[in-house]
């Protein structure tokens, strides 16, 4: 049983003058200890996913979904207190653009220390306790990469670069031992270096402790390094689901292709200086969503079928909506 499991979620928006399907029945698992990517270009709701999970929705978003569960409990169902306490213990998120959403007048060694479930701080006494909560802290930087932790814990958010800042939202997410670890575009922005420590970070976490990941990223290269399992979304929808291996060797949704082939290196007949393939025209705006497959204006592939919206089709593991499928006569 997938830990976390998505069935037909859609999330209307409403404007003021109508409602948009900000996303359309989407689908997507989590099982115990594995690494799922989830891609799409920018708008596709990627963030509106994590913010459905989460449950920090504003009052103009109505949810709904067939099945919403973790660990078999359904998450709409439970009162908030009890998802409250899911997200305080299971699962922790690493929202995208995090830093500012840090409070700027305690340090961050406060901040962090304040995020460690009771349950997990030691000892009987205030003093134990307090000692407990540093040592944690000042571990769980260590464990994210930030060395000189003394130069950090007590500086105050404007206080720190933003590389800094990245890693310790992730020590943030991680210092109340999570079983699912949400993290939005958590690479976005940072050197190499730092980039190539936080998705060591990760998989270690994965491989040492079983952490299971839902990882959000542009970046297709670190995506394939990395994930188990992918998910792609286009303007609201999920349109292709499967193994990584799968999904990079046969994409059976030309969205899915496109994608892929715009990272250089997942193409292995790209002569040198040619143009990248890519999808002519840019993702819809809400208020324009074609009818039918969304994809339609933009894919090479569209026929006059295509304006019937495609139902999800399964081989094993593999899921995809499409019609005119690409590589079936490999299969
Ligand atoms: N609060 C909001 N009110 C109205 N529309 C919204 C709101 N938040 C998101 N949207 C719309 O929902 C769509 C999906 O947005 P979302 O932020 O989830 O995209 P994303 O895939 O995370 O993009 P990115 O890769 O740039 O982070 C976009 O069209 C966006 O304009
Ligand atoms: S259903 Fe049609 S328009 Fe949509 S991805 Fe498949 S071929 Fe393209
Ligand atoms: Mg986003």
Sequence with gaps: MPM??????TLEIDNGTSRVKALDRVNLTIKSGEIRALVGESGSGKSLIV???SGALPDQFYLTADRMDWNGESLLSMSSEQRREIMRRDIAVVFQNPISALDPSATLGEQLEESIPAELVEGKWFWQRRKSRRKAAISTVHKVGIKHHRNYLNAYPHQIPTDIGQK????MALISQPKLLIVDDPTRGMETTTKTQVLKLLTRLNQTRSLSILFISHDLLAISSMAHTMTVLYCGQSVESGRMKMLRKRPLHPYTKALLDSAPSFRHDLPPKSILPNMDGTIPSLKHVPIGCRLGPRCPRAQKDCVITPAVRRIHDHTYSCHF?????KL
């Design 4 to 9: 976390l499991d998505i069935k037909n979620l």
């Design 51 to 53: 913010a459905a999970i």
């Design 168 to 171: 310790f939202m992730i020590a």
């Design 325 to 329: 499928p690409l590589h079936m006569e």
